[in-house]
């Protein structure tokens, strides 16, 4: 059974720093597009960040560039995602994804396209 768990969620204060870890289990990793994406209560799931199965190509969505960044490490199954400069509107639980099949040099951004799901970690960033 494929399994995406995340970690690393918490309470900080404007301006920290927090990083997020997601740990697959199940297949290997290494060659799947993985990204973050989050939800804050009232709102739709949006992308914070994807990147490519292989060669680390990655894209993040407007509120975060700058501040976050997304990395992975393919033979610990491993994506993270480091998160600088945190502002309340960061505050939403964050999701990891996973699309199943082999995606070396592909982004994907819509939700729609990830197959897999962890089961979030919240954040939340207090002013």
């Known amino acids: 059974q494929v399994r995406l768990r995340e970690s690393g969620g918490g309470l900080v204060q404007a301006g920290a720093s927090l990083t997020l870890s997601c740990v697959g289990s199940g297949r290997a990793f290494r060659d799947l597009a993985m990204g973050w994406f989050r939800q804050a209560p009232g709102k739709e799931r949006e992308l914070v960040a994807a990147i490519t199965g292989s060669n680390g190509v990655a894209e993040y969505g407007d509120p975060v560039k700058g501040r976050f960044t997304i990395s992975k490490d393919g033979p610990k199954n491993t994506v993270y995602l480091q998160m600088k400069s945190l502002k309340p509107e960061d505050t939403a639980f964050y999701y990891c994804?996973?699309?199943?099949?082999?995606?070396?040099?592909?982004?994907?951004?819509?939700?729609?396209?990830?197959?897999?799901w962890g089961q979030g970690t919240q954040v939340t960033v207090s002013s």
């Open positions: 994804a996973a699309v199943a099949r082999e995606s070396r040099f592909q982004l994907f951004t819509w939700d729609s396209q990830y197959d897999y």
